[in-house]
């Protein structure tokens, strides 16, 4: 099983490839923050979504041996001129779908919480004019995930049936797994 951080990336990877489809050329994993020369190179790969780590913020106890850890997650959108689509509405255009798009998702993970659209932030990072022309947004936010393995991982199950009689005593039940 993929530890949870890699997990998450990984799946917020997919999510958007699913999303975007044909419209990107690519959509991977990065290290982080970029260079000029790096910029270039990705340039070749445009319209890119290149999703990154940016930290994780200090743990909330969740009272079962578990936290929950807000990490700063990082989308950089790479753009270039490509036949008649201009780099600058091209990248715009895929910053506002990614806004749109990233409040509530929880990528199909249930250690994951969903994005909150307040915690969104999108800047023009880069433009360059020199070949054909590269630009490159960023955009961040932050999602909590819970950490850890729960002191509870082991139970049988995680609600225990509680029988009862109702006003003309019948058997009235509550409850979930029984285990």
Same mark, same amino acid.
């Given at each position: 099983?993929?530890?949870p ?15 975007f ?9 990065h290290?982080?923050?970029f260079?000029?020369a ?5 340039g ?8 990154a780590p940016?930290g ?11 936290a ?7 989308a950089?959108v790479?753009a ?11 990248a715009a ?13 929880v990528?199909?993970r ?17 433009? *360059?004019t020199r070949?054909?022309g ?15 393995? *729960?002191?509870?991982?082991?139970w ?24």
């Amino acid at each position: 099983m993929t530890d949870p951080l890699n997990g998450l990336l990984d799946a917020v990877v997919a999510g958007l490839k699913a999303h975007f489809g044909a419209g990107l050329r690519q959509c991977k994993r990065h290290a982080g923050r970029f260079d000029a020369a790096e910029l270039e190179r990705h340039g070749a790969d445009a319209p890119a979504i290149l999703v990154a780590p940016l930290g994780i913020g200090p743990g909330a106890e969740a009272g079962d041996g578990t936290a929950d850890h807000t990490l700063r997650l990082g989308a950089f959108v790479v753009a270039t001129d490509r036949g008649r689509a201009d780099r600058d509405v091209l990248a715009a255009g895929l910053v506002g779908t990614l806004i749109t798009h990233l409040p509530g998702q929880v990528w199909g993970r249930d250690d994951t919480h969903p994005v909150e659209a307040r915690t969104l932030r999108a800047q023009n990072l880069y433009a *360059s004019t020199r070949g054909r022309g590269v630009v490159l947004w960023g955009l961040e936010w932050r999602q909590a995930i819970r950490l850890g393995t *729960s002191n509870f991982a082991d139970w049988p199950g995680t609600l225990a049936t509680v029988a009862a009689r109702g006003p003309g005593d019948e058997a009235v039940r509550w409850g979930g797994v029984d285990g």
